[in-house]
T-cell receptor, first 112, second 113 residues
Framework: GQQLNQSPQSMFIQEGEDVSMNCTSS?????WLWYKQDPGEGPVLLIA?????ELTSNGRLTAQFGITRKDSFLNISASIPSDVGIYFC????????????FGKGTRLHILP | DTEVTQTPKHLVMGMTNKKSLKCEQH?????MYWYKQKAKKPPELMFV???????INESVPSRFSPECPNSSLLNLHLHALQPEDSALYLC????????????FGSGTRLTVV
């Protein structure tokens, strides 16, 4: 079946640092999605990417849809305490059931 | 309204109980989903409803029974659960056939004792 490899699994950074995480897949997706999940809450969509090579920003977040359509990265600039949480990449197929496949997540910790 | 609302937020049930989880959205989405999420793991797809019809069942045990009474509501009926079924149960919805991702609810934290 389809699998997404997300790395790193966890990150410990200082407030103000930039963060980068990425996902690779054995499958080609029509859409790449990045979600953030806070404890006890459902995932919240941060950025959606629809075209190979697309670079999209949402405030301090920037994500790119890889040229091969098999990878994506998410960057967070100048991290702040509320960035703590779990970030999931997800790939979505347009044809058929438009099922989302999730990566295993990157847990972001910010050191005091 | 841009939300998916799930009730209850927390549920503790015994292994012989019958309970139901509820999910509601008023965004006109015609696809609705149930996910199960264990601690420190990604959400795992359980069921997909498309236009109120069950389109995907990811080999979920029959002690979980989904129901979609109308385009805005999705239920998950629970019966004879096991302690290992304790998890966060997430509902999501999306525009059918549109690749805009899913909108998730906040989940129901289920504990089976």
């Amino acid at each position: 079946g389809q699998q997404l490899n997300q790395s790193p699994q966890s990150m410990f950074i200082q407030e103000g640092e930039d963060v980068s995480m990425n996902c690779t897949s054995s499958s080609i997706f029509n859409t790449w999605l990045w979600y953030k999940q806070d404890p006890g809450e459902g995932p919240v969509l941060l950025i959606a990417l629809y075209k190979a090579g697309e670079l999209t920003s949402n405030g301090r977040l920037t994500a790119q849809f890889g040229i091969t359509r098999k990878d994506s990265f998410l960057n967070i600039s100048a991290s702040i305490p509320s960035d703590v949480g779990i970030y999931f990449c997800a790939g979505q197929f347009l044809v058929g059931d438009d099922k989302i496949i999730f990566g295993k997540g990157t847990r972001l910790h910010i050191l005091p | 309204d841009t939300e998916v609302t799930q009730t209850p937020k927390h549920l503790v049930m015994g292994m012989t109980n019958k309970k139901s989880l509820k999910c509601e959205q008023h965004m006109g989405h015609r696809a609705m989903y149930w996910y199960k999420q264990k601690a420190k793991k990604p959400p795992e797809l359980m069921f997909v409803y498309s236009y109120e019809k069950l389109s995907i069942n990811e080999s979920v045990p029959s002690r979980f029974s989904p129901e979609c009474p109308n385009s805005s509501l999705l239920n998950l009926h629970l019966h004879a659960l096991q302690p290992e079924d304790s998890a966060l149960y997430l509902c999501a919805s999306s525009l059918q056939g549109a690749n805009y991702g899913y909108t998730f609810g906040s989940g129901t934290r289920l504990t089976v004792v």
